[in-house]
């Protein structure tokens, strides 16, 4: 009986001198990337979310009529005292 034999598959060659050149150059220079930790991003992400909050404050005020604008403030005012307190 005939065993099998599990076959790997080799990376293959560069078919051109100048590709080969290009792989040596990628596997010479790659470095790992930058490690960056969920503090980072969390203070990146807070940056960009304040930039944006304020031009789209202003924004949105150029661009609501006097009526939408007061539906907003009441629903949010609504919201605001609406909640219970906690008792401590």
């Given amino acids: 009986m005939l065993k099998r034999v599990k076959r790997i598959k080799a990376?293959?060659?560069a078919r051109d001198v100048n590709?080969?050149?290009r792989y040596?150059?990628?596997l010479t220079t790659a470095s790992d990337p930058p490690k960056?930790?969920?503090d980072e991003v969390s203070r990146v992400m807070a940056n960009?979310?304040?930039r944006g909050g304020k031009i789209g404050g202003k924004r949105r005020l150029e661009t609501m009529t006097p009526?939408?604008?007061s539906?907003?403030?009441l629903k949010a005012a609504r919201?605001?005292?609406g909640k219970s307190r906690k008792k401590g």
């Fill in 11 to 13: 990376v293959k060659p």
């Fill in 71 to 73: 539906a907003v403030a």
């Fill in 19 to 21: 590709e080969f050149g």
């Fill in 36 to 38: 960056v930790t969920n």
């Fill in 48 to 50: 960009l979310g304040a």
């Fill in 79 to 81: 919201a605001r005292w």
């Fill in 67 to 69: 009526e939408q604008r």
């Fill in 24 to 26: 040596l150059v990628d």
